[in-house]
T-cell receptor
Framework: TAGITQAPTSQILAAGRSMTLRCTQDMRHNAMYWYRQDLGLGLRLIHYSNTAGTTGKGEVPDGYSVSRANTDDFPLTLASAVPSQTSVYFC????????????FGEGSRLTVL | GEDVEQSLFLSVREGDSSVINCTYTDSSSTYLYWYKQEPGAGLQLLTYIFSNMDMKQDQRLTVLLNKKDKHLSLRIADTQTGDSAIYFCAEIRGSQGNLIFGKGTKLSVKP
């Protein structure tokens, strides 16, 4: 079973360019999340979606946008990348908000120069 | 918001017990979690404890919860080299029920 698929695995991007990180799940989970992982800072929630058609802001939403047109896909867009957005980005999903296990993708490593 | 606190590093010898500690912030969290991240991979749920429990044991893993002090610990008995990873404590926070992680404790197991 695929679970959560993220793409690309790795990307180098020039500052000022836009980029969309893709996330697809095949578990029909209602909730999806984007986290960024940085050394010494752990995982921080960027945006989340409780169900298709809804999104919400997490701890560090500035500079990022998301959409949830359907249950399976939850893309994360950087409209104009800056070097501080260099990070490893993890997409996750869960079937049950407020208590359910989160299933994570393998991560997308983004470097902004 | 306040941070979920963990020490960043722990080093133990193979066969010893490892204890990873965490201080969380939201006393209304219904569940508290431990996730494990192996190198180059995403996080995977290791174990969790419901907030009305003091202790949960699952094979080599023991989770202790002190709600008064908002303290959570994970004990790994007979630690193996395969246990080397980063361990994240996490709590459910706020009305949206989002999962908030600590910074992670990197466990190194020496042979």
């Amino acid at each position: 079973t695929a679970g959560i698929t993220q793409a690309p695995t790795s990307q180098i991007l020039a500052a000022g360019r836009s980029m969309t990180l893709r996330c697809t799940q095949d578990m029909r989970h209602n909730a999806m999340y984007w986290y960024r992982q940085d050394l010494g800072l752990g995982l921080r929630l960027i945006h989340y979606s409780n169900t298709a058609g809804t999104t919400g802001k997490g701890e560090v939403p500035d500079g990022y946008s998301v959409s949830r047109a359907n249950t399976d896909d939850f893309p994360l867009t950087l409209a104009s990348a800056v070097p501080s957005q260099t990070s490893v980005y993890f997409c996750a999903s869960s079937d049950d908000r407020g208590g359910g296990e989160l299933f994570f993708g393998e991560g997308s490593r983004l470097t902004v120069l | 918001g306040e941070d979920v606190e963990q020490s960043l590093f722990l080093s133990v010898r193979e066969g010893d017990s490892s204890v990873i500690n965490c201080t969380y912030t939201d006393s209304s969290s219904t569940y508290l979690y431990w996730y494990k991240q192996e190198p180059g991979a995403g996080l995977q749920l290791l174990t969790y404890i419901f907030s009305n429990m003091d202790m949960k044991q699952d094979q080599r893993l023991t989770v202790l919860l002190n709600k008064k002090d908002k303290h959570l610990s994970l004990r790994i008995a007979d630690t193996q080299t395969g246990d080397s990873a980063i361990y994240f404590c996490a709590e459910i926070r706020g009305s949206q029920g989002n999962l908030i992680f600590g910074k992670g404790t990197k466990l190194s197991v020496k042979p």
